[in-house]
């Protein structure tokens, strides 16, 4: 099989992923419109044997690549086909002034139901690399996600190497069941999820797995050139290490943010965020060919997918393509290197030059110090519950508070001033009962439930302090902020010390992403300027710690500017 997606420059840019091919032509210079279609459908899927009717867009899976250059307007038609309410969120993506296109279910919008449809409609500001797009509501997204690829301005180049070509490496979850019922026993046992059957590369498990080898991802190469992979992680519930057995690569972006390059031989990608990294192949062919294989990064204690997808990176042989060559395996950390895991994401660091300064806040009008973790939530009486013990269920919070959707549209009922009975704006900026927080945990680890929104004034500059917690384990958890880039000016382990730890934050060239990892037992410091209106969900990226109401949102009151004000809602944003 060819790898799904090739792209050469600089004339008319020609993109093929799978049987999509999108032509980008370069006289079409800026602010062009790009139209698309996701028409949401059913597709019958067989991986590991078992064949499943799984959710698609356009009967694609992964799904098809939205491929625009900065400063493009793009504008997506969303028609639901399905019997299941659905949301798209395209991940990252900035959404200024056009928060009513972010798509959280319940947040931002009520779902496109049955028949319906709604048209996505955003222009990309100030942001070029790779992002995703991807289901947002329940767990829909494991099969409904695809690429963002946003290329430069047509007359700007990359701050790197050009590369020969780009290939986009998409990493996913495979359930030889149906992730709904999953996420749906689970909420009802109040116990963990089952968990996944295999990871994927591009939608395929790879040879490690029984009735899998010719679902192999194959990466056809030259000797002596340069690729660009746009690295993704659209798994539901688990942070991966990738690497490619004796090949180093470059990381050059994340988060669609250009960083300062460094090398590495392992990559860690979170759920929800984006890294791409060069890879040179060697000069000349080699004897051997290499896997490039991809397995967790888990610290909790319940039970994980501990298995490893692998593709092939195949030299394409001229003389004797079928002599059989030696495989080389990569070799990736222990499932728990958390101190790896440290040493990586400290090397991220914005790449902060003349033409892509890191506006930093360097003054902070809002501090806020959140805990993250898991918690309890009482058992229904009468009934037996399989979370921490048979009389609880596993919950999730931030600040002890777990986020309970409402039926309507928050960002609805706020731009129509019908927010009683929906949300309240007391969400508290420090935990109401301080403790040691990677220490012994309380004996009371009940969650209290709440839709609490934090009210910020426009242009507010804030900084927030996440701090995980050992309840239940000490556990990383990827936080996404949506309608924001955020500057990561600090980490450390242990309890944040407000009076010690500030001095050391990077308030010159910290990496900027929209998801970030809170290490396991430690903390991260982050900053950004509220300088967009709406409402804005922030949540871990891990699928059931969301479900277990791991998430908040942010509400970002108008400016006095005609440019600083949330815009009246389209005529086809979904009615619940
Ligand atoms: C999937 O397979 C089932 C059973 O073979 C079939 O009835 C159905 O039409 C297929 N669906 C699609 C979308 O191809
Ligand atoms: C959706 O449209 C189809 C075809 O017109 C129809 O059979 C079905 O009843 C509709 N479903 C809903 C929930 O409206
Ligand atoms: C998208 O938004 C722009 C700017 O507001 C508007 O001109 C355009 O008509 C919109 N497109 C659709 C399909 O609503
Ligand atoms: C995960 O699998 C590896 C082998 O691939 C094994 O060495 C390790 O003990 C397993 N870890 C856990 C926590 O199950
Ligand atoms: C990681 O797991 C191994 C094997 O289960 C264990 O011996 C080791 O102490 C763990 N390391 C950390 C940092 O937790
Ligand atoms: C952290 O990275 C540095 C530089 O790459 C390396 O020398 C060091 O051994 C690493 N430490 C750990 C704990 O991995
Ligand atoms: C729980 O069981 C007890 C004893 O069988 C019964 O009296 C009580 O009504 C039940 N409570 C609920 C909420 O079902
Ligand atoms: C619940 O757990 C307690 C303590 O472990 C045990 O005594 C009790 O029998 C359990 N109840 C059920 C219904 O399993
Ligand atoms: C919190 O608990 C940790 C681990 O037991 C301990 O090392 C630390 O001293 C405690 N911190 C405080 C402030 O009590
Ligand atoms: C927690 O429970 C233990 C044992 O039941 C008790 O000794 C301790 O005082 C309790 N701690 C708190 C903070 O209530
Ligand atoms: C919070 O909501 C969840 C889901 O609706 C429910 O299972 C749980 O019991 C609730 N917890 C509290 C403390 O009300
Ligand atoms: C779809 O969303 C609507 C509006 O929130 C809700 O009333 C309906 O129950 C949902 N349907 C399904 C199948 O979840
Ligand atoms: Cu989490």
Not at 1 to 15: C, E, G, I, V
Not at 44 to 65: A, D, Q
Not at 115 to 134: C, E, P
Not at 391 to 404: E, H, R, W, Y
Request: proline letters at 9%.
């Amino acid at each position: 099989m060819d790898f799904p997606y090739s792209h050469s420059f600089p004339s008319a840019t020609t993109l093929v992923f799978g049987f999509w091919v999108i032509t980008l032509f370069p006289e079409l210079v800026l602010g062009i419109t790009r139209h698309y279609t996701f028409n949401i459908e059913y597709l019958n899927v067989t991986r590991l044997c078992h064949t499943r009717n799984i959710l698609s867009v356009n009967g694609k899976f992964p799904g098809p690549p939205l491929v625009a250059r900065e400063g493009d307007r793009v504008e997506v038609k969303v028609v639901n086909h399905i019997s299941n309410n659905v949301t798209i969120h395209w991940h990252g993506i900035r959404q200024i002034n056009s928060g009513w296109a972010d798509g959280p279910a319940y947040v931002t919008q009520c779902p496109i139901q049955t028949n319906q449809s709604y048209t996505y409609n955003f222009t990309i500001v100030g942001q070029r690399g790779t992002l995703l797009w991807h289901a947002h509501i329940s767990w829909l997204r494991a099969t409904i996600y695809g690429p963002i690829i946003i290329l430069p301005k047509h007359n700007e180049s990359y701050p790197f190497e050009k590369p020969y070509k780009e290939i986009p490496i998409l990493f996913g979850e495979w359930f030889n069941v149906d992730p709904e019922a999953v996420i749906s026993q689970a909420l009802q046992t109040g116990g963990g999820p089952n968990v996944s059957d295999a990871y994927t590369i591009n939608g395929l498990p790879g040879p490690l797995y029984n009735c899998s080898s010719k679902d192999t991802f194959k990466l056809k190469v030259k000797p002596g050139k340069t690729y660009l992979l746009r690295l993704i992680n659209a798994a539901l519930n688990e942070e991966l290490f990738f690497s490619i057995a004796n090949h180093s690569l470059t990381v050059v972006e994340a988060d669609a943010t250009y960083t300062k390059p460094f090398d590495t031989d392992t990559i860690l990608i979170a759920p929800g965020q984006t890294t791409n990294v060069l890879l040179k192949t060697k000069p000349h062919f080699p004897n051997a060919t290499y896997l490039m294989a991809t397995r967790p990064y888990f610290t909790g204690r319940g039970t994980f997918d501990n298995s490893t997808t692998a593709g092939i990176l195949l030299y394409k042989q001229p003389l004797n393509p079928s002599k059989n060559l030696p495989l080389i395996k990569p070799s990736l950390p222990p499932i728990n290197a958390t101190n790896f895991v440290a040493n990586f994401t400290g090397k991220f660091r914005s790449l902060a030059n003349a033409k892509f300064p890191a506006n930093v806040p360097q003054k902070v009008d809002k501090k806020f110090f959140f805990t993250v973790g898991l918690g309890t939530s009482p058992c229904p009486q009468n009934t037996t519950c399989q979370g921490p013990s048979n009389t609880t269920k596993f919950a999730a919070s931030v600040n002890n508070i777990s986020f309970a959707l409402p039926s309507v549209s928050l960002m609805q009922a706020y731009y129509f001033g019908q927010s009683n009975g929906v949300f309240k704006t007391d969400f508290p900026a420090t935990p109401l009962n301080p403790f040691n927080y990677t220490g012994t945990p309380p004996n009371n680890t009940i969650v209290t439930n709440g839709t609490k929104l934090v009210v910020l004034k426009f242009n507010t500059s804030v900084e927030v302090v996440l701090q995980d917690t050992s309840i239940l384990g000490a556990e990383s958890h990827p936080l996404h902020l949506h309608g924001y880039d955020f500057f990561v000016v600090g980490q450390g382990f242990g309890n944040f010390d407000p009076n010690k730890d500030p001095a050391k934050f990077n308030l010159v060239d910290p990496v900027e992403r929209n998801t970030a990892g809170v290490p396991a037992g430690g903390w991260i410091a982050f900053r950004f300027f509220a300088d967009n209106p709406g409402v804005w969900f922030m949540h871990c990226h891990l699928d059931i710690h969301t479900s277990w109401g791991l998430r908040m949102a942010w509400l970002v009151l108008d400016g006095p500017g005609p440019n600083q004000k949330l815009q009246p809602p389209p005529s086809d944003l979904p009615k619940c």
